[in-house]
C-alpha cells in the first residue's frame, strides 16, 4: 500500500527551527519560509538551510562578525583578551559537580587548535563535542547586563544537570575571535542572549531566544534517528527514513528503491538514508512524530523533505521513480523549490 500525505514534523518545524527563526527574520526581510525552502527538482548539490545548517558548512548568506570600526587593531586585541578573562570567570559556577557525579566540560580554543591556528572558543567547542559524542550548549551574549545574567543562571543549573551527556561553552559574540561559530549560526543580530543546543550529529536540536526555562534546555535531547534526519534536513537534503527491523516484512524489497533513489546521480549528494528500528523505544517519539506504527509489522519508507515534511510514505516495496513523481508533485504544489 502507498500513500501521500503532507506532515509536518513539530519537533523538528517548531523547536529546531522556529525557536531560531527569530535570528533568520532579524537578517533578512525575506520571510524564513522562503529561506527555508529546498529545490526539490533533481540536483547534483543539496540547498543549505539558513539559520540552521549544521557544522562544517557555513550559514548562506550570513554575514561575518566584524570588530567596530572605532577599534584599532591593539583595542581589539585587548578587548578580546579580556572578553576570554571575563568567560573565564563566568564559567566558575557550573564546575560544581552534576547529578551523576561528572563535572561540566566547558571547551576553551587552545584544548582543539592546531599550532599556528586561530579558532574561537566556539569553533573549538562544536569539534571538542562532536569528537567526544556529546551534546553541545552553547550560551551566546552580548552585554553582561541582568536578563543576561538570569538567563546565564539557568544555563549553568541545566549544564549541571546534564555533564554526563553535554559540553558546554560561552560566546561573546562581540569578540572578533568568535567570527566563525557567529556566521556558522547567523547570530550577529539574534535577540540576546540566546542559547542553542546542537547534538553529535551537528544538528540544532532547540534554540532559545532571550528568555528560557532550565527545563527547555534538558529537554533539548533526542533520539538517534531524529538526531540524524535533523541534521540532513538543515543540510537542505532530502532524507529517506527507512523503519524496519529483523521481525518486519518485505525489508528487502523497500530498500530496493530507496537504493535506487540514493545511487542515482541526480540525487546521491543531496539524499541522506536513514535507518530506525520500530522496536527501540527511544525512537518512540519521532515515529509518533511521523504518523509510523511503532507496532508495524511490515517495512514503512518516509520522504521527508526540508525543512521537516513527511512528502509520502509508503508501505513495504518501494520504486524511486514513484518517490521522483511524488517530488514533482510537491513542487508543482508549492511544496518546494
Do not use: H
Not at 599556528?116 to 551574549?141: M, N, P, V
Not at 561573546?172 to 553529535?200: H, Y
Not at 534554540?207 to 532550565?214: L, N
Amino acid at each position: 500500500m502507498k500513500g501521500k500525505w503532507i506532515v509536518p514534523l513539530v519537533l523538528i518545524a517548531v523547536i529546531a527551527v522556529g525557536a531560531v527563526a527569530l535570528v533568520a527574520c532579524s537578517r533578512s526581510q525575506r520571510p524564513l519560509s522562503n529561506q527555508a525552502k529546498t529545490e526539490v527538482a533533481p540536483s547534483s548539490e543539496p540547498t543549505p538551510v539558513t539559520v540552521t545548517a549544521g557544522p562544517g558548512e557555513n550559514v548562506a548568506g550570513s554575514e561575518s562578525a566584524e570588530t567596530p570600526p572605532s577599534a584599532s587593531p591593539a583595542a581589539a586585541a585587548a578587548a578580546a583578551k579580556q572578553d576570554e578573562k571575563t568567560d573565564e570567570a563566568a564559567v566558575s559556577e557550573p564546575s560544581a559537580q552534576s547529578e551523576s557525579g561528572n563535572k561540566p566540560s566547558e571547551v576553551s580554543a587552545s584544548s582543539v587548535s592546531a599550532p599556528g591556528e586561530a579558532a574561537g572558543r566556539g569553533a573549538a567547542a562544536i569539534q571538542k563535542a562532536a569528537a567526544a559524542d556529546k551534546y553541545l550548549f552553547i550560551f551566546f551574549y552580548k552585554a553582561d547586563d541582568e536578563q543576561t545574567q538570569a538567563m546565564r543562571k539557568v544555563f549553568d543549573a541545566a549544564v549541571r544537570k546534564v555533564a554526563d551527556r553535554a559540553q558546554y561553552v560561552v560566546v561573546d559574540v562581540t569578540n572578533p575571535s568568535e567570527k566563525q561559530i557567529i556566521a556558522k549560526f547567523g547570530v550577529d543580530r539574534a535577540p540576546m542572549p540566546l542559547a542553542l543546543v546542537l547534538a553529535p550529529t551537528g544538528a540544532v536540536t532547540a534554540g532559545f531566544p532571550m528568555k528560557f526555562e532550565e527545563s527547555q534546555l534538558t529537554g533539548a535531547f533526542v533520539s538517534q534517528g531524529l538526531a540524524k534526519s535533523l541534521k540532513a534536513l538543515q543540510d537542505g537534503k532530502l532524507v529517506l527514513l527507512c523503519v524496519q527491523s529483523g521481525n518486519t516484512k518485505s525489508n528487502d524489497v523497500a530498500m530496493q528503491g530507496v537504493n535506487a533513489f540514493k545511487t542515482d546521480a541526480r540525487y546521491a549528494m543531496s539524499t541522506e538514508v536513514v535507518k530506525i528500528d520500530p522496536t527501540d523505544d527511544r525512537e518512540l517519539k519521532f515515529l509518533t512524530q511521523v504518523q509510523i506504527d511503532p507496532k508495524t509489522s511490515e517495512a514503512v519508507t518516509a520522504l521527508v523533505v526540508p525543512p521537516g515534511s513527511v512528502a509520502a510514505k509508503y508501505n513495504g516495496a518501494t520504486d524511486k521513480d514513484v518517490m521522483i513523481a511524488a517530488l514533482a508533485a510537491l513542487k508543482a504544489g508549492g511544496g518546494g523549490g
